[in-house]
T-cell receptor
Framework: GESVGLHLPTLSVQEGDNSIINCAYS??????FIWYKQESGKGPQFIID?????DKRQGQRVTVLLNKTVKHLSLQIAATQPGDSAVYFC????????????FGTGTRLKVLA | DGGITQSPKYLFRKEGQNVTLSCEQN?????MYWYRQDPGQGLRLIYY???????QKGDIAEGYSVSREKKESFPLTVTSAQKNPTAFYLC??????????FGEGSRLTVL
């Protein structure tokens, strides 16, 4: 399988529990943020996004929280399932007009049965 | 279905060879990107293109080249000048300051 994900921080949660994955972003001018899920050997999949004029956005079983004061983004997954096991990373758009996204290093989520 | 197609999924290169990774999208997106992914690191931008016949270097462009002759296509060539090319390569596209769509990736290994 792919070696992407080695040496990443790991979050282990029991199946059915809630997961919280955090991301510190770098640019206070960033106006758009995305959470991605990446399974081994595959391309990243969009989970949820949020714009800087919002503090919270909810999807199906997922919630993203944005704290612009401390440049922090979090992803909450409710009732975590085995299929949620993957690497999760955040992306920010620095609003530079060139669409040059900045990516976090990621967190590996392991769901324990 | 609309999406981004990368090929090949796995590629092996001998020392001194150039190899080209294909990226095709049918999403009608203007902007396309190539990223490199290494263990324990965030995605790093190699090249990006905001419009046909125009592209810009990203943060790690040395040893790579691209072309954007068609809106749908953004091939990446890994040249022999790239000293450490073994990595997972991801192509992406977007309409603008919105969701970035990714392909399934190409794994390049140097023999």
């Amino acid at each position: 399988g792919e070696s992407v994900g080695l040496h990443l921080p790991t979050l282990s949660v029991q199946e059915g529990d809630n997961s919280i994955i955090n991301c510190a972003y770098s640019n206070s001018a960033s106006d758009y943020f995305i959470w991605y899920k990446q399974e081994s050997g595959k391309g990243p999949q969009f989970i949820i996004d949020i714009r800087s004029n919002m503090d919270k956005r909810q999807g199906q079983r997922v919630t993203v929280l944005l704290n612009k004061t401390v440049k922090h983004l979090s992803l909450q997954i409710a009732a975590t399932q085995p299929g949620d096991s993957a690497v999760y990373f955040c992306a920010e758009n620095p609003n530079s007009g060139t669409y040059k996204y900045i990516f976090g290093t990621g967190t590996r989520l392991k769901v324990l049965a | 279905d609309g999406g981004i197609t990368q090929s090949p999924k796995y590629l092996f290169r001998k020392e001194g060879q150039n190899v080209t990774l294909s990226c095709e999208q049918n999403l009608n997106h203007d902007a396309m990107y190539w990223y490199r992914q290494d263990p324990g690191q965030g995605l790093r931008l190699i090249y990006y293109s905001q419009i046909v016949n125009d592209f810009q270097k990203g943060d790690i462009a040395e040893g790579y080249s691209v072309s954007r002759e068609k809106k749908e296509s953004f091939p990446l060539t890994v040249t022999s000048a790239q000293k450490n090319p073994t990595a997972f390569y991801l192509c992406a596209s977007t309409l603008g300051s919105g969701e970035l769509f990714f392909g399934e990736g190409s794994r390049l290994t140097v023999l």
